[in-house]
């Protein structure tokens, strides 16, 4: 069971990032995928998770309308097209995988990847 996340880097505000989940096959199939975000001395926070179809999508208010969670299934791989950052948007941003769907804390997520730093300066 494994889940790779790759993409973060620094960014200005105002500009964007798409970050990527790959996924081992059992690790993929049938389950819904989030990301969350976790900035220094904070909270692991909820941003958007993706049913197992694709065809249903949940937000947090913090981040709907810039981001886009997306995912291919072919390609066991789940995206966050993220748009328009702020820096309140810098952290370590994590994918994991649910059963369900839409869950939004942390508990209800089985397997975690390992993260990747999203800097957004102002």
């Known amino acids: 069971v494994q889940l790779v996340e790759s993409g973060g880097s620094l960014v200005q505000a105002g500009g964007s990032l798409r970050l990527s989940c790959a996924a081992s096959?059992?690790?993929?199939?049938?389950?819904?995928i989030g990301w969350f975000r976790q900035a220094a001395g904070k909270e692991r926070e909820f941003v958007a998770a993706v049913s197992w179809t694709g065809l249903t999508t949940y937000y947090s208010d913090s981040v709907k309308g810039r981001f886009t969670i997306s995912r291919d299934n072919a390609k066991n791989t789940v995206y966050l097209q993220m748009n328009s950052l702020k820096p309140e948007d810098t952290g370590v941003y994590y994918c994991a995988r649910a059963p369900g769907f839409p869950v939004i804390t942390t508990e209800g997520y089985e397997y975690w990847g390992q993260g990747t730093q999203v800097t957004v300066s102002s």
């Open positions: 096959g059992r690790t993929f199939g049938g389950y819904a």
